[in-house]
Nanobody, 114 residues
C-alpha cells in the first residue's frame, strides 16, 4: 500500500494551496480517507476525514477555509486550502483506513509565511 502526497510548498498568508494524495494497493472506495498535519514541536493533529459514505468532517480551525474531496475512480483525494495562515504551517499527511488497518503517506510540507 502506498499513499503519495504532493502539492505542498511555500505560500504567503492569505494564499492557497491544493494538496493531492494518490493511493495504490488498496481499494480506495472502501476506505475512510483523511488528512493530518504536524507542526514543528507539536503533536500530529487531525485535519479532515472523508468517509466512504460521503460525509466530510473538519477540525474547527480549518472549517470554512479548507475543502476536502475525493475521486475514487482516480484513487485520489484532495485538500484545497484557502486563506492560509502561518499557523497552518506543518507537514501534511494523508491516511487511509480500512478496518482494522491504517495507512499513512510520507507527508508534504506546507509553509505559510506572514
Amino acid at each position: 500500500v502506498q499513499l503519495q502526497a504532493s502539492g505542498g510548498g511555500l505560500v504567503q498568508a492569505g494564499g492557497s494551496l491544493r494538496l493531492s494524495c494518490t493511493a495504490s494497493g488498496i481499494i480506495v472506495s472502501i476506505a475512510d480517507m483523511g488528512w493530518y498535519r504536524q507542526a514543528p514541536g507539536k503533536e500530529r493533529e487531525w485535519v479532515a476525514t472523508l468517509a466512504t459514505g460521503g460525509r466530510i468532517s473538519y477540525t474547527a480551525s480549518v472549517k470554512g477555509r479548507f475543502t476536502a474531496s475525493r475521486d475514487d475512480a482516480k484513487a485520489t483525494m484532495y485538500l484545497q486550502m484557502n486563506s492560509l495562515k502561518p499557523e497552518d504551517t506543518a507537514v501534511y499527511y494523508c491516511t487511509a483506513r480500512i478496518w482494522p488497518s491504517d495507512y499513512w503517506g510520507q507527508g508534504t510540507q506546507v509553509t505559510v509565511s506572514s
